[in-house]
């Protein structure tokens, strides 16, 4: 199939000061300048989940947007070391939408710079049967890493960056394939 991915980049923290949008902005230049890619944003601030999940019109359109998709990045940041309660929301959301579907991670925070979020969410998208991509993107300090225009020049990164997407893509083309020829039985 020679049309683009769909990718949705879920932007994960809601905290009133966020840092989220420089890092997800970085992250969705980045993504938008692949042509493999057609690159949507879920904001979370901007997406109204209830906590007690229970069905609403939001929760249905949500839902709609990630059956759409073939592939996700989660833009993370870390709150006391582990990921925030708005993407556990988003992720308990959804069910089948999420199945057979590679997901990547793209964290910040402090001296962990959000791996320990992402080492907790790879168990949490297992059991919702994704396809986590193993290269992720890390930002130690990260109010450090980004200029005030929004750039960084963590090599490290960016070059992560590439690989994320390359694998991602990978992954993406190949699990839609399979998901045509043969649906998921999950």
């Known amino acids: 199939m020679d049309t683009p991915l769909r990718l949705e980049v879920i932007v994960a923290s809601v905290r009133q000061g966020r840092f989220a949008p420089v890092v997800a902005d970085w992250f969705l230049r980045t993504a938008r300048a692949d042509d493999r890619f057609d690159v949507g944003v879920i904001d979370l601030l901007h997406t109204p989940l209830p906590t007690d999940l229970s069905e609403t019109p939001e929760v249905e359109a949500f839902r709609e947007r990630l059956s759409a998709a073939a592939a996700f990045v989660v833009v993370t940041s ?3 070391h582990g990921y925030p309660a708005s993407l556990k929301t988003a992720l ?6 999420w199945r057979a579907k590679p997901i990547g991670f793209v964290g910040y925070g402090g001296l962990s710079g959000g ?3 992402i080492e907790q969410l790879r168990q949490v998208v297992a059991e919702v049967h994704m396809v986590s991509i193993r290269e992720s993107v890390s930002f130690h300090q990260a109010k450090r890493a980004f200029d005030a225009d929004g750039e ?3 090599g490290a990164a960016i070059d992560a960056a590439q690989r994320l997407l390359r694998q991602l893509a990978w992954w993406a083309a190949h699990l839609r394939e399979a998901r045509i020829a043969d649906p ?3």
């Not at 308990?92 to 939408?97: M, Q």
């Open 78 to 80: 870390e709150y006391n």
């Open 92 to 97: 308990d959301s959804a069910k089948r939408e």
């Open 115 to 117: 791996l320990r979020a």
């Open 152 to 154: 960084t020049r963590d």
């Open 184 to 186: 998921y039985p999950g």
